[in-house]
């Protein structure tokens, strides 16, 4: 079983920091791209960073310069680093990967930006 577990969501003030973790099991963690998505009730789910098994990232515009993903093979973990937050930022953020042919996502964590 293939499991992705996300943490580190909470609730800040705009220009805040949050840094989110996800947990992988189940995987040969090292082989597998990593992706955070994020979605606003209402809304389609939205990709906002990616990590290659090779350590190459991406970042949709409107995070770039604020947010920073990156990874550990030997904890099975990936993160994302949210700097600079900003009201619009608010949503759910999801753990993604693509295994054996198949999609995986963790339950998600709330990501609340208000003031």
């Known amino acids: 079983q293939v499991y992705l577990v996300e943490s580190g969501g909470g609730s800040v003030q705009p220009g805040g920091s949050l840094r989110l973790s996800c947990a992988a099991s189940g995987i040969n963690f090292r082989l597998y791209a990593m992706k955070w998505y994020r979605q606003v009730a209402g809304k389609e789910r939205e990709l906002v960073a990616t990590?290659?098994?090779?350590?190459?990232?991406d970042y949709v515009d409107s995070v770039k310069g604020r947010f920073t993903i990156s990874r550990d093979n030997v904890r099975s973990r990936a993160f994302l680093q949210m700097d600079e937050l900003k009201p619009e930022d608010t949503a759910v953020y999801y753990c993604?990967?693509?295994?054996?042919?198949?999609?995986?996502w963790g339950r998600g964590t709330q990501v609340t930006v208000w003031g």
């Open positions: 990590i290659s098994s090779g350590g190459v990232k």
């Open positions: 993604h990967t693509n295994a054996y042919g198949r999609d995986f």
